[in-house]
């Protein structure tokens, strides 16, 4: 099969629901192991977490950056005191 043939192909599969980025396409193919046993496939068990708990810290790092940024543009925003005559 050529290079442009699987790229059709991937391409028709993205377009069945399925996500076409690489760390989609990756867990996908390790989540087919499920139930087989001995160390190797321990190891890919092990390896999936690490590499959920690495995209889990991104995710944290960027809703606290958020957080911060929008706790900072808050503060300026102090209710003001208006004597009404």
Known sequence: MSPHEEHKKESEHSEGGRCDCPMCRMMHALGGAK???G?????LTNARIEV????RSLVDERIDHLEKKKSEKD????????DVE
């Open 75 to 82: 503060r300026g925003k102090k209710a003001v005191k208006i």
């Open 52 to 55: 959920l708990r690495a995209v």
């Open 39 to 43: 160390p190797f496939w321990e190891h």
């Open 35 to 37: 139930g087989r046993t």
